[in-house]
């Protein structure tokens, strides 16, 4: 299953990148899994599972550990959000 | 409801007179402008840049905008927040609430940026004397969202 | 602190910056219009005489600023209302709170408005279908006025 | 004692005047005691006493039914104040 993945502020900072595109393996269905996916592939990634109070949104909306990914999903992670 | 992200500055008095329209039902009309300051969290600030997330910031900030709707009988409301860079006394955002009472124009105007400040996806770098720094969210904002969830 | 009672029209823009002037210490600015509507109580309104004690009335509104002040934390705070003869759509009053933080300045503005409204000798005077009557002070204004004296 | 009294909005039109001034017997030297002696004048003045709600100020501050007169107070008279 194919995602574009987008990673904002500090998170894009520490990532080193602002977006990707990745094949998930079977096995990935949702937020958690995908987390545990990325943090697997070392580097950079264990930030996601260390940036304090993690937030992700599926296709523009807020999401939660158990929302399911589809293909051609858009998935973002960031840190949150301090606007106004 | 006018909901817009940009990062031209914005004219309050032009944005009011928008929003009430000459509308002889309005009876009421709330509203907020929030600036960047010199001094935040310990720290003199010499200039800040706000990020955010084109698209579902649209989309959070429109969907506040009509729950604040849903809440409240008012008659419109008015969202202009700012990205990119900007200097201490810059106006970051401008909300504002328009209904026949002033009860429901100010919560709704208080409920936009209690949320807004929470659930939209901005991001504030600031530059101080010891470098940049990524804003941290505050507890305080997050009680503040929570108290309209009853 | 400004308060003015006037006859003439105000404009929001103009008074508003007025109040913030540049200061970078201020984060948050709270205001607040209220307009003639031409509903009023289940009536047409065509038109609305304000009637006031002067002298009384600066005092009792510069009584009402003040207490905001010692009550937040807030940098500022501009209060106009106006008195004579007004139109439906017509601006009546103006209140503004700059302060540096949100909670600070919208817990001010509504203070003030709730107070001006229950001791602030204004009275309204309006012209319907049915002649001219004056306006009955309202139990929710009194209630709303309440809620500050915890 | 001499007094300036003052009637506003819909009271002075049932008063049918703005204002007065007047010279108070003795044993009259409070609120209470002054609203006392214009209603038992007759006329229109017992309005003062059926009024909804009355509010009354002394020297241009609320006043209460016990707040005590002096020489050359200026009293006023006035229904639910109805601004903003």
Not at chain 1, 21 to 29: I, K, T
Not at chain 2, 26 to 38: C, D, M, Q, T
Not at chain 2, 108 to 129: G, S
Request: hydrophobic fraction near 45%.
């Amino acid at each position: 299953m194919r995602l574009k993945i987008l990673y904002f502020a500090g998170l894009r900072e520490q990532i080193g990148q602002g977006s990707e595109e990745l094949d998930l393996p079977a096995g990935v269905f949702d937020i958690a899994g995908l987390i545990q996916f990325l943090v697997a592939r070392g580097g950079q990634w264990p930030s996601l599972a260390t940036v304090r109070n993690l937030r992700y949104a599926v296709n523009q909306e807020m999401a939660r550990l158990d929302t399911p990914l589809c293909p051609g999903d858009e998935v973002a992670f960031f840190p949150p959000v301090t606007g106004g | 409801m006018v909901v817009r992200v940009q990062e031209t500055d914005f004219d309050v008095g032009t944005e009011l007179a928008a929003l009430h329209r000459n509308d002889p039902q309005i009876g009421a009309l709330a509203s907020f402008v929030g600036f960047v300051r010199e001094m935040n969290d310990g720290a003199g600030v010499s200039e800040m840049t706000l990020e955010h997330y084109p698209g579902m910031t649209e989309k959070a900030l429109a969907a506040i905008v009509a729950e604040a709707r849903q809440r409240w009988a008012i008659v419109d409301a008015l969202l202009i927040h700012r990205v990119g860079r900007l200097l201490p006394g810059d106006q970051i955002v401008l909300v504002a609430v328009a209904g026949s009472h002033r009860g429901e124009a100010f919560a709704a105007c208080q409920f936009i940026m209690d949320y807004l400040k929470t659930r939209a996806p901005f991001w504030k770098r600031e530059v101080t004397a010891d470098g940049a720094r990524w804003v941290e969210a505050h507890a305080a904002d997050e009680q503040a969202a929570e108290r309209w969830q009853t």
